[in-house]
């Protein structure tokens, strides 16, 4: 039910190979997330294929689109305001979200609010805990970044740290594929990791002599490479379980260490964590056992959260909409591959 002084958000999501469209209220009670994911047709490429994804979003968006306005038992008029994924993602499958949007918001008046994705990874966080408000310290980690974020107030964020080269779902993507799994890359060297040993030292990782908040994945994924390619060439054996094993070890401390580095330093007494790679569950239970070490809290969002999804967005949205920023002019707006966090 809506009441006069409910906000209704309707949230679109397309920067990736999912057509998401959701109504939320008052930027945390979900009403509807429609979700079509595409997984299925790309992983019979080995990875997301741009221009498949952006086809995938076309015959989809539409129908999405009523399934989330169904679900939630309102039509296009009780919506206060429409919030759009611009970027960063695939410029064509962002395209596809855009315009739609544009359409949308053009036809009935009604505002549009550009929302950068990873903003509505952090949301997700606000959806799921209804007690959760800034400052808090925030470890992104995604297929596209890794930082390390204070956030100030629901629209201000401050950067602490970054990748220097890859990200840390990326590494993970890279990893996968080298091994011979298949796509989506993370959940399966999760999986593989999960009947492995973690004995094998990829990098010489020690956390008494972290000196920043930056990151780095290329070095932790080419020794990866090396090695395998090293085993094969010699004819021995490989175990994907182990190597798994050990690279998540490596992969996920580097962000835990960090991270707890961080709210010790600038003094939070909560980690919270966003994106896609947030539905590790070993990073989930390392981070959990490191902060309970310090009294800190640890949120994640739940699993239906962590993957791409409108909830976020319209959630993002939300916040963008009652502070009035990004509030952008329907006949203009243009979708951007890459944005600064
Ligand atoms: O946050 P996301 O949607 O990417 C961007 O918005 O940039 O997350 C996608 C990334 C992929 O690299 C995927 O392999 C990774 O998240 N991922 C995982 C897991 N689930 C998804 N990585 C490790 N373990 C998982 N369980
Ligand atoms: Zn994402």
Same mark, same amino acid.
């Given at each position: /039910? ?50 498949? #994804? ?17 679900? &939630? ?9 429409? *919030? ?20 949308? #918001?053009?036809?009935?008046? +009604?505002? !549009?609010? #550009? ?8 949301? #997700?966080?606000?959806?799921?805990? +209804? ?19 204070? /956030? ?21 993507? +890279? ?83 960090? %991270? ?22 070993? @990073? ?18 739940? @699993?239906? @959260?962590?993957?791409?999804? *409108?909830? /976020?967005? &319209? ?10 920023? %990004? ?5 203009? !707006? ?6 600064? @966090?």
């Amino acid at each position: /039910m809506k009441t006069k002084k409910d906000i209704l958000i309707l949230g679109i999501e397309t920067s990736c190979d999912e057509t998401s469209v959701a109504v939320v209220k008052n930027g945390r009670e979900v009403l509807s997330n429609a979700v079509n994911t595409q997984i299925d047709i790309h992983k019979l490429y080995g990875g997301v294929v741009p221009e498949i #994804a952006s086809r995938n979003h076309v015959m989809n968006m539409d129908g999405v689109y009523r399934q989330a306005l169904s679900d &939630a038992g309102v039509t296009i008029d009780d919506i206060d305001a429409i *919030a759009v994924t611009y970027g960063a993602g695939l410029l064509g499958a962002l395209i596809v979200g855009v315009n739609f949007a544009k359409a949308l #918001a053009y036809s009935t008046g +009604k505002p !549009l609010i #550009a929302v950068n994705h990873i903003e509505g990874h952090i949301s #997700a966080n606000y959806i799921e805990y +209804k007690d959760l408000k800034p400052p808090f310290c925030c470890l992104i980690v995604s297929g596209g970044h890794t930082a390390l974020v204070e /956030m100030e107030s629901y629209i201000q964020k401050k950067l602490i740290g970054t990748t220097t080269d890859d990200a840390i779902g990326e590494a993970f993507d +890279k990893v996968a594929r080298e091994c011979g799994l298949s796509y989506p890359g993370g959940p399966n060297v999760q999986m593989q990791a999960e009947k492995g040993n973690d004995y094998i030292k990829f990098t010489n990782m020690d956390k008494d002599k972290i000196v920043d908040f930056n990151f780095s994945y290329s070095g932790l994924k080419t020794a990866v490479i090396n090695f395998i390619h090293n085993k094969k060439q010699r004819g021995e054996d490989i175990s994907v379980p182990d190597i798994c094993a050990s690279f998540q070890k490596e992969a996920v401390m580097q962000v835990v260490n960090k %991270s707890i580095y961080a709210i010790k330093k600038f003094g939070y007494d909560k980690i919270v964590l966003a994106g896609g790679v947030s539905a590790n569950t070993y @990073l989930r239970e390392k981070m959990q056992e490191e902060a309970s070490k310090i009294g800190a809290k640890v949120y994640c969002p739940p @699993l239906k @959260l962590c993957t791409d999804n *409108a909830a /976020m967005i &319209a959630s993002a949205g939300y916040y963008n909409y009652i502070n009035n920023r %990004s509030i952008v002019d329907p006949r203009t !707006l243009v979708p951007t591959s890459n944005i600064a @966090l």
